[in-house]
């Protein structure tokens, strides 16, 4: 995609000689990670001071292009003006948009048409948000990432700065090792047990406990009629969760199938990148496997060559490290940027979002 040619830029640009230590970085830079659920902001100034802020969901495949426009842009008029106090213009150098979506060139321009009115004359790059999950996980360096929540996606860069991205085709074609699939598996192992055709498991008795059903029957039926929606069905993956831990097999097994099934797209990813026959380094992040120890580890026994990352960053700081080199800086201590980030995010939800 011609969008991804910009990583060979990002890869260059680390390596360059004129880094400098994070409190002596001059600009003033901005991160967005628009998702499914919600749109995330990040500001970074010369100072070291990192402000963030909220708004509705900024995918326009799912919600439309108005609505994720429109709360991309409260986002960042929202942050600055945080920063400024609402007295006062800011000088942004550059903004890195991820967001969840967006693929085509012209969706691509039109957005960064639209930040660039809000901002002003700024460096703008805009991607689909498994750039600014590759940022988080790897810290920009060489790597495959896959994203793991509601749905999935996966995406690597090699030490040329060749990028390859595999799945991230939605539920109805993709999403591999995502909590959708792996709730909806867990839900098909209690309908074959129904049925005779699978093996005795608990999760029968957690999903109609989870979903009120009086039996499976009315289980069925409220998934059909009300219906289930993805996320509905994704909720139900935490429960396999419980159950696979608790030593249930069918549980265990459906979590073996979603390790599989992401290790086959990672090793996709790695023969498209000449990666195959060597240790790398493989981010796992998203709202479910970051948080999932025993997914993890099924990941790490099908592909044991994984050096394994599961950052809980979020998406919008390492975003930062992107916006920083579009603007050719580059902090010397990236530990120190990322720590200092994440302990304002934490005040900054603390405190209330805003």
């Known amino acids: 995609h ?32 628009g998702g499914g659920t919600k749109t995330e902001t990040a500001l970074y100034l010369p100072n070291g001071d990192i402000y963030f802020s909220r708004t509705g ?10 609505t994720a426009t429109k709360n991309i842009l409260e986002s960042i008029s929202s942050v600055i003006k945080q920063a400024t106090h609402g007295n006062r213009d800011l000088k942004i150098g ?32 805009v991607m689909n948000d498994v750039v600014g999950a590759w940022a988080t996980s790897l810290l920009c360096q060489e790597g495959i990432i896959v994203i793991s929540g509601t749905g999935s996606n996966c995406f690597g860069v090699n030490t040329e700065g060749k990028a390859w ?15 959708y699939l792996i709730g909806l598996d867990g839900l098909k192992k209690v309908f074959q047990w129904r049925d005779g055709r699978g093996k005795p498991t608990v999760l029968t008795d957690l999903a109609l406990k989870h979903y009120s059903a009086k039996s499976i029957l009315d289980l069925a039926k409220m998934a059909y009629h009300r219906p289930l929606s993805k996320a509905d069905i994704a909720g139900f993956a935490p429960l396999v969760e ?7 097999q069918v549980a265990v097994d459906v979590f073996m199938n979603a390790a599989r099934d992401i290790a086959t797209l990672v090793n996709c990813a790695r023969e498209n990148l000449n990666m195959s026959h060597q240790m790398f380094s493989l981010g796992l992040i998203g709202g479910f496997v970051d948080k999932s120890p025993i997914f ?13 990352k599961a950052p809980t960053t ?29 302990e304002s995010y934490n005040k900054w939800r603390a405190a209330g979002i805003r």
């Open 2 to 33: 011609p969008a991804l040619l910009s990583i060979r830029f990002l890869r260059r640009q680390i390596n360059a000689p004129n880094k400098k230590p994070a409190l002596d970085i001059t600009s003033t830079f901005l991160s967005i990670d």
């Open 296 to 308: 993890q580890e099924y990941i790490h026994q099908q592909i044991p060559e994984a050096i394994i």
């Open 57 to 66: 969901p900024g995918n326009p495949e799912a919600y439309g292009t108005e």
């Open 242 to 248: 419980t159950a696979a831990l608790n030593k249930d």
């Open 94 to 125: 550059s903004v890195f948009a991820g967001i969840s979506g967006i693929d085509e060139e012209n969706e691509i321009v039109a957005m960064r048409q639209e930040i660039s009115n809000l901002v002003g004359n700024a460096s703008i790059l």
């Open 314 to 342: 979020p998406s919008c700081i390492g975003g930062l490290l992107v916006a920083a080199k579009l603007i050719n800086e580059w902090p010397a201590a990236v530990s120190l940027l990322i720590s200092n980030a994440e």
């Open 165 to 179: 991205r595999v799945g991230g085709w939605g539920h109805l074609f993709a999403d591999e090792g995502s909590g």
